[in-house]
């Protein structure tokens, strides 16, 4: 694999909006991501920079986004990384109880789909969620829809195992996320 894996800066704001644009009309979005292409195209320049800048590498540790990229400069693929801890805001479901980081927003193009690019997303950022001690994060987490099962089998094959708790997918279809985790070990 050629491709680097990298932290998104924040002057980057019109890659990640148009990658973020592009994961939106995948085939799998709708059961992949919590928002539609529709309402995020519409969304202010202003948005996008404050979400690029938020996730930056300089951005203040809370929120890190990831990138894949090739030689040539074209970004196949990312994932990002928010820390959660007890006594922050609650984003899923309910509080959670332990700090840990939550892996959201994985994208990989379709053309590289297969060639190692997910798994160098994957290692760089729970290697950075491993790497913090303000907080120490105690497990990655992460939610799977249980209509995509090749993202659960891509989990499991990385070494995330299904926890057991389940959250009611978004809209009022009755479908369920599923959580799959890594523990910290020691």
């Not at 980057?12 to 990658?19: H, S, V």
């Not at 592009?22 to 195209?41: G, I, K, M, N, Q």
């Not at 997303?121 to 290697?127: H, M, P, T, W």
């Not at 279809?173 to 910290?184: H, M, P, T, W």
């Amino acid at each position: 694999m050629d491709y680097v894996v990298r932290g998104v800066r924040a002057e980057e704001w019109p890659r990640a909006r148009q990658l973020r644009l592009d994961a939106l009309r995948d085939p799998a979005a709708p059961v992949a991501f919590l928002e539609t292409y529709e309402d995020a195209v519409v969304r202010p320049d202003a948005f996008w920079q404050g979400r690029t800048a938020d996730a930056a590498e300089d951005g203040g540790g809370r929120v890190r986004q990831f990138v894949a990229e090739s030689p040539e400069g074209a970004w196949a693929g990312t994932v990002t990384v928010l820390v959660e801890s007890p006594d922050g805001p609650v984003r899923f479901g309910e509080a959670v109880a332990v700090d840990q980081a939550h892996l959201v927003a994985v994208f990989v193009r379709p053309e590289v789909r297969g060639t190692g690019v997910a798994e160098a997303l994957f290692q760089e950022a729970v290697a950075w969620a491993w790497s913090l001690s303000s907080p120490r994060m105690e497990r990655v987490r992460l939610y799977v829809h249980e209509k995509n099962p090749r993202a659960a089998a891509f989990y499991r094959k990385f070494g995330f195992a299904p926890s057991g708790r389940r959250i009611a997918a978004p809209g009022d279809r009755g479908e369920q996320e599923l959580e799959y985790v890594i523990e910290r070990e020691g």
